[in-house]
């Protein structure tokens, strides 16, 4: 079975640039989560969408940042302006709502450079 | 609320010596426990997990973990380490059984560096 696919793998982009960051959960899978990594926060969750619906996005950092999920199958995750300090990888992970544990599966990140 | 303490940012251990790599949580309900290993440039994967019972938990790759309920421990042990073993490992925890507002509470990361 496909995992979760996370595009682009790779970006980088000038300051004050739209970024959009691309997922698409595993077949099934009713929750999607977008965490950012940087070595000076570890991981923190921006926002976590159930059937669709977002629920918690408490962890957005701030205007700048939106996401979406249109459809079960598709999430995006839009910066706009971009700045340096946004410079970090992107992950986005699914799971399966009442599945035994809990268990989240993680792309394999898209790794976002703004200069 | 849910936290996650790995004490360790660092550990490095020589190759074929045995490794334990720890982790404490504090929550005020029961919880699942998680470990998630990253190799270099990769993604996260789920290593093992708790979920109730046998509070010795095999995982991938030679891996296991010990759920202490009183110290509120889950510590990743690995008898004999392999260079390959080299990433940053995470461990995690959940709220039992909850559902809509759920996620998982991750550690800053313990990175292994497996010396030759």
């Known amino acids: 079975d496909a995992g979760v696919i996370q595009s682009p793998r790779h970006e980088v982009t000038e300051m004050g640039q739209e970024v959009t960051l691309r997922c698409k959960p595993i077949s099934g899978h009713n929750s999607l989560f977008w965490y950012r990594q940087t070595m000076m926060r570890g991981l923190e969750l921006l926002i976590y969408f159930n059937n669709n619906v977002p629920i918690d996005d408490s962890g957005m950092p701030e205007d700048r940042f939106s996401a979406k999920m249109p459809n079960a199958s598709f999430s995006t995750l839009k910066i706009q302006p971009s700045e340096p300090r946004d410079s970090a990888v992107y992950f986005c992970a699914s799971r399966r709502e009442n599945d035994s544990g809990n268990t989240i599966y993680f792309g394999e990140g898209s790794w976002l450079t703004v200069v | ?116």
């Open chain 2, 1 to 116: 609320a849910q936290s996650v303490t790995q004490l360790d940012s660092q550990v490095p251990v020589f190759e074929e010596a045995p490794v334990e790599l720890r982790c404490n949580y504090s929550s005020s309900v029961s919880v699942y426990l998680f470990w998630y290993v990253q190799y270099p440039n990769q993604g996260l994967q789920l290593l093992l997990k708790y979920l109730s019972g046998s509070t010795l938990v095999k995982g991938i790759n030679g891996f296991e973990a010990e759920f202490n309920k009183s110290q509120t421990s889950f510590h990743l042990r690995k008898p004999s380490v392999h260079i390959s073993d080299t990433a940053e490992y995470f461990c995690a925890v959940s709220d039992l059984g909850k559902t809509g507002a759920n996620n998982l509470f991750f550690g800053t990361g313990t990175r292994l560096t497996v010396i030759p």
